[in-house]
């Protein structure tokens, strides 16, 4: 595996070489990271951080495990900052149903702290809409939240709109289609919510769909997506590519894996797609997978880098005409191992090497 990464690294150099040789230059990227908000509740019950303190205090972000007053949230935002980071996309929880006390009070808790900071220091935000499960919005109360969302989050001069519009991603469109009943519901829900914006004087709104092409990946259907109506494809992260087997897997393969699927969303076509990077997956605190990956700041800035050649290599993707949009996943998905928050392991290394990869 060692000889892959080797390759690997050594095609994409050559690559860089021939654009560079042809006078070839690109944009600064527009850089959008999903940030966990779930690091609030200091109770003997935040299962998230479970025995994390004790077997992984080299993922203890520099800032501490919580992130539950606005100083710790303007930590947060100045490091990515530094690091050229444009906006935060905050997962977002539907909390009327939860039967947990400490995570009904504790959800969503980063994103409002984020909108009461005076000093933002130029960082912007988007919403992920969190759908799985019992944080899926039930039609009988969707007006009532897409007109929360407009006055709260969509109508304020820091969320990130693209062509004036506000973005809005969708973690699980499979569990949209359980919600509305299909096809049919799923675009009556999504044109009712930018019917709703567009009477507060918006001109609509942005859908971006987390999904994958193809039964190689998971799915199989891009065209429900196409007519349930989203504006453009993405995704949450791709940690199980094709060649993962169980225990460690180098890091080389998961970008490999996941330049696939980029590859395959071009091929289709039909939407344009924002690639999202994947930062690290090493879920072994939360038990979620039974495979990980190592990774380096090195290799994660090649990864980075990788990202505006393909967009420019793929003018049929684009989302904004005159400058790539990327994601990554994540800010600080702790239990996971999908994180850049400088830590007590790590510290600055990951966000040095995006810093770097974005000059």
């Known amino acids: 595996m060692k000889c892959c990464r080797s390759l690997l690294v050594a095609f994409f150099c050559i690559c860089l070489q021939g654009a560079y040789a042809k006078g070839l230059k690109t944009p600064p990227l527009l850089v959008g990271c999903y940030y966990f908000d779930g690091w609030a509740d200091r109770s003997a019950n935040n299962f998230h951080l479970d025995s994390m303190p004790q077997n992984y205090p080299q993922r203890e972000p520099l800032s501490g495990w919580y992130d539950d007053t606005l100083p710790l949230v303007h930590q ?22 939860d039967t947990n006390a ?19 220091l130029g960082m912007r935000y988007a919403l992920l809409y ?52 299909g096809v049919e519901g799923v675009a009556k829900a999504w044109q009712r919510l930018r019917e709703l914006a567009r009477q507060a004087n918006l001109p609509g709104v942005y859908l971006v769909a987390c999904a994958t092409p193809g039964p190689q990946h998971g799915w199989n259907d891009l065209n429900r997506l196409v007519q349930e109506g989203y504006d453009a494809f993405s995704g949450y992260n791709y940690p199980g590519v094709p060649g993962t087997h169980e225990g460690e897997n180098p890091y080389a393969l998961l970008i490999d894996g996941s330049l696939q699927i980029w590859d395959d969303f071009a091929n289709d076509g039909r939407k344009p797609y924002i690639p999202v990077i994947t930062d690290g ?66 510290r600055f290394a990951y966000l040095d090497a995006l810093k770097r990869a974005l000059k």
């Open 102 to 120: 400490h995570e009904r009070k504790s959800l969503n808790s980063a994103v409002k702290l984020f909108r009461s900071d005076p000093n933002k």
């Open 281 to 346: 997956w090493d879920p072994r605190p939360w038990h979620e997978t039974n495979f990980w990956y190592t990774r380096t700041p090195q290799e994660f800035e090649l990864f980075v880098r990788m990202a505006r050649e393909w967009w420019l290599a793929h003018p049929n993707m684009h989302v904004l005409p005159d400058r790539p949009l990327l994601f990554v996943e994540a800010w600080n998905e702790l239990g996971e191992g999908s994180y850049i928050v400088p830590t007590k392991g790590d």
């Open 76 to 97: 947060q935002v100045a490091w990515a900052r530094q690091a050229g980071i444009d906006f935060f996309i905050f997962d977002w929880y539907y909390l009327a149903h």
């Open 130 to 181: 969190v759908n799985n499960g019992i944080f899926s919005i039930p039609p009988s109360e969707w007006d009532a939240q897409c007109a929360r969302w407009i006055k709260e989050d969509f109508s304020d001069a820091n969320y990130v709109k693209i062509e004036g519009k506000p973005l809005l991603v969708v973690f699980s469109v499979g569990d949209m289609e359980k919600t509305w009943g």
